[in-house]
């Protein structure tokens, strides 16, 4: 595929917001947000060609090393949300990406998730490199969405400002 081809950002996921993802406040519970965006990490691992079939073959898998959910906007029961995806940078080990979760038809954006997901070799359970025709779909990938601007909140730590004594 040519890079141009490439969308930027990914659109793969869809869902709606289910009942028993609701929460006492009457809004979706922050460990679902989690979940929805795992669904969105699924579909992103499937379309960069990391599928079931190719980890089966290889003895590899993926692990999420670190992660960081912002909540922007609340959703509740049926809401519908789609889901964005793009690479932020990569080598052959490893992938950090982003996650954008909106609201489908009212079109704010809800959350977001960024993530740093490992390339796990299973004999030894330790970081191993990609198949080199995986690392070089996930390249062209990366390189595209590099043409995008940074997302606002890209390495956000978190944390309070010490009150003044």
């Known amino acids: 595929m040519n890079t141009d081809n490439i969308p930027a950002p990914l659109a793969l996921h869809e869902e709606t917001v289910r009942p028993e993802w609701i929460d006492y406040n009457?809004?979706?519970?922050?460990?679902?947000?989690?979940?929805?965006?795992?669904?969105a990490t699924d579909a992103m691992l499937e379309f960069l060609e990391l599928t079931h079939d190719?980890?089966?073959?290889?003895?590899?898998?993926?692990?999420?090393?670190d992660m960081n959910v912002t909540y922007v906007q609340e959703v509740h029961e049926g809401d519908p949300l789609r889901f964005t995806t793009?690479?932020?940078?990569?080598?052959?080990?490893r992938i950090h990406f982003w996650h954008e979760m909106y609201h489908a038809t009212e079109g704010y954006l809800a959350a977001t998730n960024e993530l740093l997901s490992l390339h796990i070799d299973l004999t030894n359970r330790r970081v191993g490199?990609?198949?080199p025709e995986i690392a070089e779909w996930v390249r062209k990938i990366c390189d595209r969405h590099s043409t995008l601007p940074e997302p606002s909140g890209v390495g956000r730590l978190i944390g309070m400002k010490r009150p003044s004594v």
């Open 26 to 39: 009457g809004h979706m519970n922050v460990a679902f947000y989690v979940l929805a965006f795992d669904h």
């Open 54 to 65: 190719y980890k089966t073959k290889a003895n590899t898998t993926t692990f999420v090393a």
């Open 86 to 93: 793009r690479i932020l940078s990569c080598d052959e080990k």
């Open 129 to 131: 490199p990609m198949a």
